[in-house]
């Protein structure tokens, strides 16, 4: 088992930033995939960004490219979402995911989960 423990999400003015975490404990060993989703209530939840633990090739969502960046600390075993350039549609529940699996598509149907943080954006 893996435990994912996000923090780092609250209510920003569009045009600001915030930096997301997700310190991972637990089976982290087995961890090839760190992702981010989010979900707006009534819709599904949607691919956010994505890195290897190990080697680092990272993959965005066209939505967020340009001012979202993922990041990872090796030795702290947490994951990092940096969130510039927000605008109201980025409001929404962000959800830290750890994977076994190296396709960063497949990461969804085969993940551990965090508990979520909210991220408001204010027009």
């Known amino acids: 088992q893996v435990q994912l423990v996000e923090s780092g999400g609250g209510l920003v003015q569009a045009g600001g930033s915030l930096r997301l975490s997700c310190a991972a404990s637990g089976r982290t060993f087995s961890i090839a995939t760190m992702a981010w989703f989010r979900q707006v209530p009534g819709q599904e939840r949607e691919f956010v960004a994505a890195?290897?633990?190990?080697?680092?090739?990272?993959y965005y969502a066209d939505s967020v490219t340009g001012r979202f960046t993922i990041s990872r600390d090796n030795a702290r075993i947490t994951a990092y979402l940096v969130m510039n350039g927000l605008k109201p549609e980025d409001t929404a529940v962000y959800y830290c995911a750890a994977s076994r699996k190296d396709d960063y598509c497949a990461v969804a149907g085969d993940a551990y989960w965090g508990q979520g943080t909210q991220v408001a954006v204010s027009s």
């Open positions: 890195s290897s633990w190990s080697y680092g090739p990272t």
